[in-house]
C-alpha cells in the first residue's frame, strides 16, 4: 500500500471523513441544545462532560446498549434498513461538501443534483420507515412528511440552483471556488434564495414549526414511535447529521465555505460559519408554533415557491451574480 | 361539513396513554381522511372511589380528602366542602376569613389559568411560550408557599373560616407579585393576539356556537368564551365576592384562540380582585368553632373553579360522617361540548381543541352501576370497592 491511498484511507475515515463529521454532529446538537434550552430559559444538558457536551454522546451510547424491539406486524427487512439509511444518507452527502479545504474529498461536475437526489432519498426512507411500523401513528407521520416533502422540494432545489447559476457550474466544491476567488459571497448577492433555503431547512430537518411529521403531542413521535434501542440510536444520528449537511450545505453555496484567513485553517472558518448556522436554527425554531399540514403545503406553494423562481429570475436578469 | 369522501373511516384511538392527555381517559376517533366525522368518549379510567371514601371519614378529616380531589384546583373543592357543610351548621364564617378565601381562590385561578396557557402552547408545538409561562408562573406558586407553607394543597379552609390568617408584612409581597404579573401577563396578551402561528392554529378551531354551548351546559371559561355572560361569582355570590366589584370576562369569537384569551384576561381580572381584597379585607377573627356532629339535612354548594362551576351535595344524618357526598366537576360538564368542538376538526388539531376545555379528568370520573338492559341500578360497599381494586 502506497502512502497516497493509505492518506486518502485516512481522509475518508478520520479527517474531515466518518470520524470528525460524527464528532461534529454530536457536538453541533449539543449546541442546538443547549441554545434551544438557553432561549427559553432552562439549563439544557448539564451534567455529561463540561456544560454537559458529552450528552449527545452519551444518550446515543445509551440507546446503542437497549433492547431493539421490533413490533410483530412490522414489515421487518424495510424496517431494520430503514434507520440504516436514514442515518448513511446525510453521511454520504457529507462527503461532497467541502469541509477542511475548498475541495470535498469526493467531487465532480453535477454533485449538486446529487446531493438534491440524497435529500428526496432521506425523505422517501421516512416514508418507508413510518409506513413499514404499521402502527397508526407511525402511518401518519410517514404521510405527513411525503407530503411536506411536496411542499418544501421545490424551493429548496431552486435556491441551491441560485448559486450554481451565478458561479456557472453544477458542482458545489467550483460554487466555492467562485465565490472566494471573485470575492464575493452568494448570501449577499441572493438573499432571497438565502431565506428560502433556510426556511426550507428547518421543513427538512422537521423542526418547528415544521416538525409536523413528529408532533409529540399529535401523533406521539410520528414516523418514529415504534424504533428503538439501536435503530432509535441510528436514527438520531441520522438527524444530527442532516443537521450538519444542512448547516454544511448553506456555508458552502452562500457563505463561501472553507476559507483559509490568514493563520486560521480552513476548517475552523468553515465551523464557524456552520456554527452560526446551527445558532440561527436554533432560534428559529424557538420562536414559531406548529403549522398544520395543510397550512405548511399550501403556504409553501404560495409564497417559497413564487419567491425562490423569482430569485432565479432575478439572477437570469444580471440581478445577483 | 365536508361532503367528499376518501374512502374508508379509519379508527384512531387517542389515549389512556398519549403524550397530548396528562391523564388516562380514551377517545376514539373516527377519521376520514384528515377530518373527525365521530367522537366517541370513554370516561372512567381514573376512578378512585373519593365518594364512597367521604361517607367513611369525619366532617373533618373531609376537608382534606377534599383538597386531594384536584391537584390544581385544590382550594376550590375545600371552599365548596366547606360552603355545604357551614350551610348544613347554620354558621357562616367571619367576614376576613371570607376575604382571604377569595384572595387565596384568586391566586390559584391565576396559577391554573397560567398552566393552561403554558399547556395550549405546548400543544401547537410552542415550547418557548410553555416554558415562559411555567417560569413566571412559579411566582404565583412562592406565594402560596408563603401564605400556606405549601404550594400544591394549601390548606387553608376550614369549617366556619380559615387556617391562617394572611399577616400585614406579607401583604407588600403579594403585591408585589402581583404587579410582575400583570406586566408579564400583558405581555403574553399581546403575544397570543399577534403572534401568526399562534393565530393560524387557534382562530376558527373547535367552534362552539353560543346556542350549541348553553344547550351542551358547557361551564366556565370555555363558556364564556363562547360569549355567553355566566359565572357563578357574580350569578351566586359566595365568600366575599358580593363586596368586590369586578368584571365578567366573555368573548364572542367561540374558538379556541377566544378561549385563550378569556383565561388571560381572567387572570388580569383575578389580580385587581386580590389588590382590592387586600386593600379592603377587613379586621377580626378568621374561623368560628363548629360541632364535630351535623345536624341531619341535604344541601348543594357551588362554586366558580378555575374551569367552571363546581357542584357539591351533601347529605348528613346527625353524626359525625356524612351519609352521601357527591362531586360534580367542571371537567364533566364541558365533555359533551367537547365532543361538538372535536366534529369536523383536523387530525392536527384534536389535541388543542381536548386541551381547550382544560381538561381535569381525574376529578371527573366518578361510576355508578347500571344493567343497561334491565336497567338496574346498585351500590357497592368499601370492601366491594377495595375487593375490585385489588383484583
Known amino acids: ?321 | 361539513m365536508r361532503k367528499v369522501r376518501y374512502g374508508s373511516i379509519i379508527k384512531v384511538p387517542f389515549g389512556p396513554q398519549h403524550p397530548a392527555l396528562k391523564e388516562p381517559e380514551n377517545f376514539m376517533f373516527e377519521i376520514d381522511g384528515d377530518i373527525v366525522v365521530g367522537v366517541h368518549p370513554r370516561i372512567g379510567y381514573n376512578h378512585r372511589g373519593i365518594e364512597k371514601a367521604f361517607e367513611r371519614r369525619t366532617y373533618l378529616q373531609n376537608i382534606y380528602l377534599a383538597e386531594r380531589i384536584c391537584g390544581i384546583c385544590s382550594d376550590a373543592h375545600t371552599t365548596c366542602y366547606t360552603q355545604a357543610i357551614e350551610n348544613l351548621l347554620g354558621v357562616e364564617a367571619p367576614p376576613r376569613a371570607r376575604y382571604i378565601r377569595v384572595i387565596i381562590a384568586e391566586l390559584e385561578r391565576i396559577h391554573s389559568h397560567g398552566l393552561w396557557v403554558g399547556i395550549a402552547a405546548h400543544e401547537i408545538g410552542f415550547d418557548t411560550l410553555f416554558m415562559y409561562v411555567w417560569r413566571d408562573r412559579e411566582v404565583v406558586m412562592d406565594l402560596f408557599e408563603t401564605l400556606s407553607g405549601n404550594r400544591v394543597h394549601y390548606a387553608m379552609n376550614t369549617i366556619g373560616g380559615v387556617r391562617r390568617d394572611i399577616p400585614a408584612d406579607t401583604v407588600p409581597k403579594i403585591k408585589h407579585g402581583m404587579d410582575f404579573l400583570e406586566k408579564r401577563l400583558k405581555y403574553y396578551l399581546n403575544v397570543v393576539q399577534n403572534e401568526q402561528t399562534i393565530l393560524k392554529r387557534t382562530s376558527g378551531v373547535g367552534i362552539l356556537k353560543p346556542k350549541d354551548a348553553v344547550e351542551l351546559c358547557a361551564v366556565g371559561p370555555t363558556l364564556r368564551a363562547s360569549g355567553v355572560k355566566n359565572d357563578v361569582r357574580v350569578d351566586d355570590p359566595y365568600a366575599a365576592y358580593d363586596e368586590i366589584p369586578f368584571n365578567v370576562v366573555t368573548h364572542d369569537g367561540c374558538d379556541v384562540l377566544s378561549r385563550i384569551i378569556v383565561r388571560c384576561e381572567e387572570m388580569l381580572e383575578s389580580i385587581n380582585i386580590i389588590r382590592y381584597a387586600l386593600d379592603h379585607m377587613p379586621e377580626g377573627m378568621i374561623r368560628v368553632r363548629v360541632p364535630m356532629a351535623v345536624p341531619p339535612g341535604e344541601t348543594v354548594s357551588r362554586v366558580e373553579a378555575p374551569r367552571g362551576e363546581l357542584i357539591h351535595y351533601a347529605k348528613s344524618n346527625g353524626t359525625t360522617k356524612p351519609e352521601r357526598y357527591k362531586v360534580r366537576s367542571p371537567t364533566l360538564g364541558n365533555i359533551p361540548a367537547l365532543c361538538k368542538m372535536l366534529m369536523g376538526a383536523h387530525i392536527a388539531d384534536i389535541p388543542i381543541v381536548l386541551a381547550g376545555i382544560d381538561p381535569c379528568f381525574a376529578c371527573m370520573d366518578r361510576m355508578t352501576f347500571i344493567d343497561d338492559k334491565t336497567n338496574k341500578k346498585w351500590v357497592w360497599t368499601m370492601q366491594q370497592l377495595r375487593r375490585k381494586t385489588r383484583k
Open chain 1, 1 to 321: 500500500m502506497t502512502t497516497e491511498t493509505f492518506l486518502i484511507i485516512l481522509q475518508i475515515l478520520v479527517f474531515p471523513g466518518a470520524f470528525f463529521l460524527f464528532a461534529l454532529a454530536f457536538l453541533y446538537e449539543w449546541v442546538d441544545r443547549k441554545v434551544l434550552a438557553r432561549i427559553q430559559s432552562r439549563y439544557g444538558p448539564l451534567y455529561t462532560g463540561p456544560s454537559g457536551i458529552l450528552q449527545p454522546l452519551a444518550d446515543f451510547l445509551k440507546l446503542l446498549s437497549k433492547e431493539d424491539i421490533v413490533p410483530m406486524a412490522a414489515d421487518k427487512i424495510l424496517f431494520t434498513l430503514a434507520p440504516v439509511f436514514y442515518a448513511v444518507l446525510p453521511l454520504t452527502s457529507l462527503f461532497i461538501v467541502p469541509v477542511a479545504s475548498q475541495k470535498s474529498l469526493v467531487m465532480f461536475e453535477g454533485d449538486l443534483i446529487f446531493v438534491m437526489f440524497t435529500s428526496a432519498l432521506m425523505i422517501l426512507t421516512v416514508f418507508i420507515a413510518g409506513y413499514s411500523s404499521t402502527s397508526r401513528f407511525s402511518l401518519i407521520g410517514g404521510v405527513r412528511a411525503a407530503l411536506q416533502m411536496i411542499g418544501f422540494e421545490i424551493p429548496i432545489s431552486l435556491a441551491m440552483i441560485g448559486p450554481a447559476i451565478a458561479a456557472g457550474s453544477l458542482s458545489i466544491s467550483n460554487i466555492v471556488q467562485w465565490q472566494q476567488t471573485s470575492l464575493q459571497w452568494t448570501v449577499w448577492l441572493q438573499p432571497i434564495g438565502f431565506a428560502v433555503f433556510v426556511v426550507c431547512s428547518l421543513a427538512e430537518m422537521e423542526f418547528v414549526p415544521f416538525d409536523i411529521p413528529e408532533a409529540e403531542t399529535e401523533i406521539v413521535a410520528g414516523w418514529r414511535t415504534e424504533f428503538s434501542g439501536r435503530k432509535l440510536a441510528l436514527l438520531r444520528l441520522g438527524r444530527d447529521l442532516e443537521l450538519v449537511l444542512a448547516s454544511a450545505l448553506l456555508t458552502s453555496l452562500y457563505l463561501a465555505g472553507p476559507q483559509q484567513v490568514w493563520l486560521i485553517p480552513p476548517v475552523v472558518t468553515f465551523m464557524i460559519k456552520t456554527a452560526f448556522v446551527v445558532l440561527m436554527f436554533s432560534l428559529l425554531r424557538a420562536i414559531f408554533a406548529r403549522f398544520r399540514i395543510d397550512q405548511m403545503v399550501s403556504g409553501m406553494w404560495k409564497y417559497l415557491v413564487p419567491l425562490a423562481i423569482l430569485q432565479v429570475i432575478l439572477i437570469q436578469l444580471g440581478i445577483g451574480r
